[in-house]
């Protein structure tokens, strides 16, 4: 029981130090090229910052109350 004790805490101290200084590139290399019609080089918040294309934005429109539905002069039957 004590040994597992022991692991977890090594396991948790282990976890908690983590690097804290800025990302920069591995040495050697550069930062990516801007893209084209760019106005400067993305700087690595930039490139880690998400777009909204890869995390969009939610629209949670709760109904408020019971609404009939609007026709829909789309929703026609199977031909046939």
Excluded: Y
Aim: charged share 25%.
């Amino acid at each position: 029981m004590r040994q597992a004790i022991l692991i977890g805490a090594a396991a948790l101290l282990l976890a908690a130090c983590g690097g804290r200084e800025p990302l920069q590139p591995a040495q050697g290399e550069g930062m990516p090229v801007a893209p084209a019609m760019a106005q400067n080089e993305p700087t690595t918040d930039d490139l880690l910052e998400p777009t909204t294309q890869q995390r969009p934005e939610r629209v949670d429109e709760l109904l408020r109350r019971s609404q009939e539905r609007e026709d829909d002069p789309f929703d026609l039957p199977p031909p046939g």
